[in-house]
């Protein structure tokens, strides 16, 4: 089981235990902050759910009708994930909360089963949490700071649970707060007050989550450094001329697609190939031969320059593992290139 996946697992777990709490304490106080916290995991258990729904589709191999593989079902099931959060968890959350700023209930009775099902659901959301924040520290290049490396995550899954866990913990302090305003001062409106405010973080939640992957789903393309490194690689080697048009994008979490298109230095071939040929070359004299070397020539040409391809490839895989899908395409000549050189008149 992968760290994303193990995560979203242990969310799920204790979501599900939570939500239930939630509506039990829900119908022994009557508290409107009680029911935005059920309906906001209960919200959360269905988005984890869909999560792993994605993790599960994102780790099939690549086929001949999905070249790419399936990385991206992880962006596309954390979008619907987002969404559901934002109808279902913001939307109606907010709604509760409205109803009971124009309709107080009567006043609440919290009682032990109300504080002990906040407390368990905090201890609970938290054990979640602190599963998300120990892969993060596990995965953060060293040297690198939580901001920046806060801006860089790819994994909609991880992002989702960190967000949606941050946000129960808070929530239920917020509930907490609502539901004992209520009972000190005898209004109800700071428990639907409560309500509103957890419906507002939800939706806070639902929308970083939806443009995060909407961004990805779109085409985003890899990090500058990313697109230096690799183009570092390319013009370094000496088969290499010049680097030109060069497009990229991530097609999962962890995995992203390189297209380059470079000229090739004919000179470097030929160096690489004039002990074998250029006794041969020199010491041919009739057409027929000439004819026959040429396609012998171009043959180990084509073959060299695959080695060299397959060799840049593995250099720029050892440097950056999620160079899942490398293509190197020689170049079209803006201008013909050089004239052959005539014979003498």
Not at 226 to 232: E, K, L, V
Not at 297 to 326: N, W
Request: with cysteine; hydrophobic share 50%.
């Amino acid at each position: 089981m992968s760290g994303s996946e193990s995560t979203v697992v242990r969310a799920l777990v204790g979501n599900s235990v939570v939500a239930a709490l939630k509506l039990v304490a829900f119908a022994v106080s009557g508290s409107g902050a009680m029911l935005s916290e059920a309906i906001h995991t209960i919200a959360d258990v269905g988005n984890q759910a869909l999560l792993l729904l994605g993790l599960r589709q994102a780790q099939r191999a690549p086929n001949p009708q999905h070249p790419y593989g399936y990385g991206q079902a992880s962006f596309f099931w954390a979008l619907v994930s987002a969404l559901g959060i934002f109808f279902l968890g913001c939307g109606v959350t907010l709604a509760h909360g409205f109803e009971s700023l124009i309709h107080p209930p009567e006043l609440l009775k919290p009682g032990w089963l109300t504080w002990s099902v906040l407390a368990i659901a905090f201890l609970l959301d938290g054990w979640a949490l602190q599963g998300a924040v120990q892969q993060l520290r596990a995965e953060r290049p060293e040297g690198m700071s939580w901001r920046e490396y806060s801006r860089r995550i790819k994994d909609p899954m991880l992002v989702a649970v960190l967000l949606e866990d941050s946000v129960a913990c808070f929530g239920v302090l917020v509930a907490v707060a609502g539901i004992a305003l209520s009972w000190w001062t005898h209004d109800p409106m700071w428990d639907a007050f409560a309500s509103l405010v957890i419906g507002l973080l939800l939706g806070f939640v639902a929308v970083t989550l939806v443009r995060m992957n909407q961004r990805f789903l779109i085409g985003s393309a890899v990090d500058p450094e990313i697109d230096a490194g690799i183009r570092a690689i390319l013009v370094s080697r000496p088969s290499i001329d010049y680097v030109h048009r060069i497009q990229s994008r991530w097609v999962g979490p962890s995995t992203f697609a390189y297209k380059a298109e470079v000229d090739f230095d004919g000179r470097w071939f030929a160096n690489e190939l004039d002990a074998m040929y250029g006794p041969v070359f020199r010491d041919a004299d009739q057409s027929a031969d000439i004819s026959q070397l040429l396609g012998l020539y171009t043959d180990h040409v084509a073959r060299l320059m695959a080695r060299e391809v397959d060799a840049i490839e593995s250099v720029i895989t050892a440097r950056y593992p999620a160079a899942a899908f490398i293509m190197l395409e020689p170049s079209v000549y803006e201008e013909d290139p050089s004239p052959l050189p005539t014979g003498p008149s």
